[in-house]
């Protein structure tokens, strides 16, 4: 299953191209994981208290969401949802397609601005909007459209990192949380947010490259429902270089992609050499 937001694939074309609609704002949004959170034992300050490993909590995570069974059981997804943009008074429809081992498809139909497209099919990352038209990524924005694509990268693979740990125990968006650093074998550094209570996965934050440079993303995924055998975030809050979008998904179906949705449009062929 899609590492849903390690997000970042999800809404970065749609993000960054409703930016250019929004006031632009002053500086960048920062995280709201600033506070140590408490601990039952109120002799100990928090940050002496023993921290679990990454691994640790990334399989509490696996196993909070269905397991590692469950996860890899499945091949593709297909979530419908909404997207808004408050500031901007944009809203609209989205559809967000995955599947293994590294495919994906999003499809953003915003009123007043028409369909944003954007694609990745295991060799190829693009993008098509009415306001800039077709475009090809390359360099490390490809980079990160694979990396962001791996169909199981909730299961955070050791391959795929140089080192993963914890950093420490706070507050991410009013939730006791540990923070986790993960470095990327293609370069860069996610921070991830996991509950401590729950297990459950709760905010990412990052840096990527989009079509107006890089942008600093931070989101927070909420209200987890069971759709088969697996528990997805149905809320996604997205900051992206300041300007905040909210994702809504209201269905989410298994294993019944075909694989041409992957298919490369005309305009973007015309764009591989």
């Known amino acids: 299953m899609r590492n849903w937001i390690s997000a970042f694939a999800i809404t970065l074309c749609a993000s960054s191209l409703l930016y250019a609609q929004a006031p632009a704002p002053a500086k960048p949004a ?16 928090a940050r002496d208290l023993p921290l679990p490993s990454a691994r640790t909590i990334i399989d509490k995570y696996v196993q909070a969401i269905g397991g590692r069974k469950a996860i890899l059981a499945h091949s593709s997804s297909h979530a419908s949802g909404t997207l808004s943009v408050a500031s901007a008074g944009i809203t609209g429809n989205i559809e967000i397609y995955n599947a293994k081992p590294a495919r994906s498809m999003v499809k953003t139909n915003i009123g007043g601005i028409g369909e944003i497209l954007e694609g990745f099919d295991g060799t190829h990352g693009w993008g098509i909007s009415p306001m800039t038209g077709p475009s090809l990524a390359e360099g490390t924005e490809l980079d990160q459209k694979r990396f962001d694509a791996d169909f199981y990268s909730d299961l955070h693979d050791d391959a795929r990192y140089t080192s993963m740990k914890t950093v420490e125990k706070t507050v991410f968006e009013g939730r006791p949380a540990y923070k986790l650093s993960l470095v990327k074998k293609i370069g860069g550094e996610d921070i991830e947010y996991f509950d401590a209570e729950t297990g459950l996965k709760i905010g990412t934050t990052g840096s990527r490259e989009g079509p107006m440079g890089p942008m600093n993303v931070t989101v927070s995924q909420t209200d987890y429902k069971k759709f088969g055998d697996v528990m997805v975030p149905t809320t996604i809050k997205q900051s992206v270089s300041g300007v905040s979008n909210v994702i809504t998904i209201t269905s989410m179906e298994w294993d019944n992609v075909p694989p041409s949705t992957f298919d490369i449009p005309e305009r973007i062929k015309a764009l591989i050499k």
Do not use: E, G, L, Y
């Open 30 to 45: 920062q995280p709201t994981a600033q506070t140590p959170a408490s601990t039952k034992d109120r002799d100990i300050p």
